[in-house]
């Protein structure tokens, strides 16, 4: 069975860093794009990052850009999110998703995990 | 940036026809994927690529695409349909996943 368990969230000052973990389980990790997605309270979803199968591409949102670094180790089997010069805005329900090929260039978010959420406040 | 709107709240009786759009420029040249979220819940896909569904997603929901706009049609609406939906598509442009703002659907 196809598992993702994030965590390492919590209450962080503005400014502040926090690393998000998510740990994979019940399929090769190494073998899947991963992303992660957060969601504000009451508000919808966000796109944060990507990282391809061997960690060599990788995309952000605009609005985390120069602040969150992603990161793998297939090793492990473990995805990760490093927050810095973190801001109230970053408050969210943190998601990690699994990418899935349907076809040669088709893709969508096939598992997600349940979320850890991240209070950025003084 | 390449940008999805949807309406924010679509309500529709049990057993009724709901509607949810998504607009977008040119979304056509796109593969539009559908999630429903629950409260307290991960997002769960409902339809890939405009009309697809994944196993285990009742035929009652059904995808389509015309000009600017995907609709998600759910038929026959049940009360357990209530849900958050979001549309979802790669723009290739930025390389950046988009989601639609969602439609939170109410079954009256």
């Known amino acids: 069975e196809v598992q993702l368990v994030e965590s390492g969230g919590g209450l962080v000052q503005p400014g502040g860093s926090l690393r998000l973990s998510c740990a994979a389980s019940?399929?090769?990790?190494?073998?899947?794009?991963m992303n992660w997605v957060r969601q504000a309270p009451g508000k919808g979803l966000e796109w944060v990052s990507y990282i391809s199968s061997t960690g060599a591409t990788i995309y952000y949102a605009d609005s985390v850009k120069g602040r969150f670094t992603i990161s793998r180790d297939n090793a492990k089997n473990s995805l990760y999110l490093q927050m810095n010069s973190l801001r109230a805005e970053d408050t969210a329900v943190y998601y990690c998703?699994?990418?899935?090929?349907?076809?040669?260039?088709?893709?969508?978010?096939?598992?997600w995990g349940q979320g850890t959420l991240v209070t950025v406040s003084s | 940036s390449y940008v999805l709107t949807q309406p924010p709240s679509v309500s529709v009786a049990p057993g009724q026809t709901a509607r949810i759009t998504c607009g977008g420029n040119?979304?056509?040249?796109?593969?539009v994927h559908w999630y429903q979220q629950k409260p307290g819940q991960a997002p769960v896909l409902v339809v890939y690529?405009?009309?697809d569904r994944p196993s285990g997603i009742p035929e009652r929901f059904s995808g389509s695409t015309s000009g600017n706009t995907a609709t998600l049609t759910i038929s026959r609406v049940e009360a357990g349909d209530e849900a958050d939906y979001y549309c979802q598509v790669w723009d290739s442009s930025s390389d950046h996943v988009v989601f639609g703002g969602g439609t939170k659907l109410t079954v009256l």
């Open positions: 040119n979304i056509g040249s796109k593969s």
């Open positions: 019940g399929f090769t990790f190494s073998s899947y794009e």
């Open positions: 690529d405009d009309t």
């Open positions: 998703a699994r990418k899935y090929y349907y076809d040669s260039s088709g893709s969508y978010f096939d598992y």
